[in-house]
């Protein structure tokens, strides 16, 4: 049974992943994971792919192994789409140390164990594709643990490609700038001291999911989307990290 797998199917990215991967492969199964059952439904039915939904929390260890059971030896999966996450802007007393925790457990470690779990379905040519982000390049103070997430994302992921190569098995990395999604329902800006004066450019996940799906197809280790996005890479092989940080905090403004 030839599957992809897409966490954070609910929203977003995810969900654009569903959706062209949906529009553009025959598989037998796509499986829909994240924690809001009625939108995974709601998206399954759209689907011309059959689709397994399977409402998990990935902050919730026994998530992993109800994942784990669904899968046997005729399973193979084409693609693994790790695209939940969360990102809260604030210093480092801003937010709370359990937010922190959570952050770093759904963006790190729930990425990490899907993985773990997927590898020994996947073949040659299988595709496994991790959400990072403009933030990878860099430290982001006041953006700082959710940056710092992303930049564990980025070195694992290449680690990883490095590993699987001998087994033909894609590695690529996303990065886009800003895109328009719930994501800014969650990050929290506007109770904090810095948030970033504007979110711009702002893209869409339409084209961001295009672009990252040539990519990953091609096996790039680096799927980046955006013009602003681009020129971060440059500027991040090029200049001190302490000139980067000067540059992101002359973004941002001062809310109290
Ligand atoms: N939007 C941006 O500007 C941007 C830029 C660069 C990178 N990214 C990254 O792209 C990825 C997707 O974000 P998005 O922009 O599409 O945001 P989004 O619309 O908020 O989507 C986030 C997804 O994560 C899922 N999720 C959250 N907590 C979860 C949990 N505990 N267990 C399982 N799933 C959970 C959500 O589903 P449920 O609520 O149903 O669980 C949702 O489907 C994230 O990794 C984000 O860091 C976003």
């Keep these: 049974m ?11 990215i995810g969900r654009e992943f569903v959706k062209q991967i949906d529009a553009s492969e ?8 994240s924690r809001r059952e009625d939108k995974l439904n709601q998206l399954a039915a759209e689907l011309k792919n059959k689709a397994r939904v399977i409402a998990l929390d990935l902050l919730d260890s026994h998530s992993f192994e109800v994942y784990k059971e669904q899968l046997n030896d005729n ?9 939940s996450g969360f990102g809260y802007m604030g210093d480092w007393s801003e937010i709370s140390n359990e937010d922190q925790m959570r952050m770093i457990d759904l963006n790190v470690k729930a990425l990490v164990s899907m993985t773990n779990i997927t ?3 996947m073949k040659k040519g299988s595709m496994i594709i991790h959400m990072g982000s403009g933030s990878v390049f860099n430290p982001l103070p006041y953006f700082n643990i ?8 980025r070195h694992y992921s290449r680690g ?15 990065c886009p700038g800003w895109v328009r999604t719930e994501f800014f329902d969650h990050t929290n800006s506007s109770n904090v001291r ?6 711009t450019p702002m893209t869409e996940p339409h084209d961001v999911v295009r672009v990252a799906l040539k990519h990953a197809k091609r ?3 680096l799927s980046i989307y955006g013009w602003f996005t681009k020129l971060q890479h440059v500027l991040g092989k090029l200049l001190p990290h302490s000139l980067i940080m000067c540059m992101w905090k002359g973004m941002l403004k001062e809310n109290k």
């Design 219 to 221: 096996n790039k280790p």
């Design 2 to 12: 030839r599957i992809a797998v897409i966490t954070g199917a609910s929203s977003g």
């Design 160 to 174: 990883l490609r490095e590993e699987l190569k001998s087994l033909g098995i894609h590695v690529t990395l996303i």
């Design 75 to 83: 399973t193979e999966v084409r693609y693994l789409v790790n695209a």
């Design 194 to 199: 810095y948030s970033p004066k504007k979110y």
């Design 146 to 153: 959710y940056a710092s997430t992303k930049s564990f994302v």
């Design 26 to 33: 025959k598989l037998d199964e796509i499986w829909l994971i």
């Design 119 to 121: 590898i020994p379905y």
